[in-house]
């Protein structure tokens, strides 16, 4: 797999997620679904021997820097260059533990904090 497909791999899901933010909705009252938009941090991307990590954003929190369009919990993603594979990382510990678990492991089954 070359970098570009890996791209679209990663964007394609972004779309599915877009897609199941935006059902999530809201019970406040006059609620505005605000159409999620997710883009990746290209210049956050890291090359590895197995292939990418990925880190993504909101596109308005990108274009303005204003933590309230940030998102909470957007794990970033490994693409296994080998195999194809998309799999999402966590967040409750910095990214390089679940790159450095995927390497011993290729996988990240068995976490224990």
Do not use: C
Request: proline share 3%; no cysteine.
């Amino acid at each position: 797999m070359k970098i570009e497909e890996a791209i679209k791999l990663v964007n394609d899901y972004l779309r599915k997620s877009e897609v199941e933010m935006d059902k999530f909705g809201s019970g406040l009252p006059n609620y505005i679904n605000p159409k999620s938009k997710l883009q990746i941090l290209t210049e956050y991307t890291e090359i590895h021997e197995f292939g990418w990590i990925f880190y993504y954003n909101s596109v308005k929190y990108i274009k303005t820097g204003d933590f309230r369009y940030a998102l909470g919990g957007n794990a970033p993603l490994i693409i296994n260059k080998h195999t194809n594979e998309l799999i999402e990382t966590g967040t409750a510990r910095e990214t390089s533990f679940y790159v450095n678990h995927y390497i011993k492991h290729g996988n990240l089954k068995n976490i224990k904090y």
